[in-house]
């Protein structure tokens, strides 16, 4: 390899190892899909040892709920809240916003992960096909198919596109307080699904597995697409998806268009 392909893939280059990221994001991606494959694996052969710590799990857990009624409007009310479509009409709104304001890269960012969310989980829960728990006293009834919880799948996923987008205006600790909210509204999602023994635990981890593969995907797509059109390198995780979007997202994207306008006179 020469000099100067060597340097593209190391810090050395002004592209800052753009071979190098893109090396590793994938990486990421695959140490990601992995558990979620060996999940599916050990769920499609209803391997004994994980069909049984499913079931134990879910009857204590609604067991526990069920000594503790008080718990069932909140846990009810929870998962109202962080439903699949909330995620996604907030994520469709924000990218409705992204559009008027201009960013509409980043709008066809978020929308492609989301649809991408979507499709994956109603074609797992065709091909994997596992039944709902059945429980002798249930607390609530869902239709449709158990693995992934999608509750838990699109709440990993709307609630990192949202951050993801918004980093660019946020400062300091607030993007960590962004990240560890996200963080805790996905476990939360999905622990309301296992309670309410509308689904099991394998169901719930295999959603967040797959919601953040699909992010990291994303994300590396769109990471690569910046660097082809020469955009300065940047680490989403910090400093989000397309941070020189700051401007349309703080909805001052007209001003920032009028001062390249002026300056091109």
């Known amino acids: 390899m020469r000099d100067g392909s060597l340097a593209r893939w190391t810090r050395r280059h002004p592209d800052g190892g753009l071979g190098l990221r893109l090396a590793l994001s994938c990486l990421a991606l695959f ?9 599916v ?19 204590h857990a609604n067991a ?3 000594r503790h009624r008080g718990l069932i409007a909140p846990l009810r009310a929870t998962s109202y809240i962080f439903h699949a479509w909330v995620f996604r009409l907030v994520v469709v709104a ?3 916003w992204l559009v ?4 509409r890269r980043l709008a066809a960012w978020a929308i492609t992960t989301l649809v991408a969310a979507g499709f994956l989980d109603v074609l797992l829960k065709v091909v994997i096909d596992r039944p709902r728990p059945s429980l002798h006293s249930a607390i609530a009834h869902v239709p449709g198919g158990s ?10 996923v709307g609630t990192a596109t949202i951050v993801l987008i918004l980093l660019p205006v946020l400062h300091g600790a607030w993007r960590t307080v962004a990240w560890v909210a996200a963080v805790l509204i996905s ?3 999905g622990a309301c699904r296992v309670l309410l023994g509308v689904h099991y635990v394998s169901d719930v981890l295999a959603g967040w597995i797959i919601g953040a593969a699909i992010v990291l995907g994303t994300v590396a797509a769109f990471e690569t697409w910046r660097r082809d059109e020469g955009r300065t390198p940047a680490h989403p995780v910090r400093e989000g998806a ?3 979007a700051g401007p349309e997202i703080a909805g001052h994207g007209d001003a920032r268009n009028q001062s390249t306008g002026s300056q091109r006179h």
Request: hydrophobic share 50%; net charge negative.
């Open 94 to 96: 924000l990218a409705a």
């Open 147 to 156: 693995f992934p919880s999608g509750h838990a799948l699109t709440a990993v």
């Open 187 to 189: 476990l939360l999602s």
């Open 31 to 39: 140490l990601v899909a992995l558990p979620f494959t060996g999940l």
């Open 242 to 244: 397309e941070p020189e």
């Open 41 to 59: 694996v050990l769920v499609d052969t209803r391997w004994g040892p994980l069909r049984r710590l499913d079931m134990d799990s879910t009857t």
């Open 64 to 66: 526990w709920v069920l």
């Open 100 to 103: 008027a304001q201009g960013a």
